[in-house]
């Protein structure tokens, strides 16, 4: 079963996002998203 994570905005901080991640990968995901709070698409890193 996938853990969920919360990705957050590298620009603001707004915690936008909380999707599934696969069993083990160890790295931390970093995906470009929408944030609604900047109106842009940034880089959202994962969140502990």
Sequence with gaps: MAKKVVLSCGK???????????????ERLELKKFCSHCNEHTMHKQTL
Excluded at 12 to 26: A, D, F, L
């Design 12 to 26: 603001c901080g707004s915690r936008n996002y909380s999707i599934p991640k696969k069993e083990g990968t160890t």
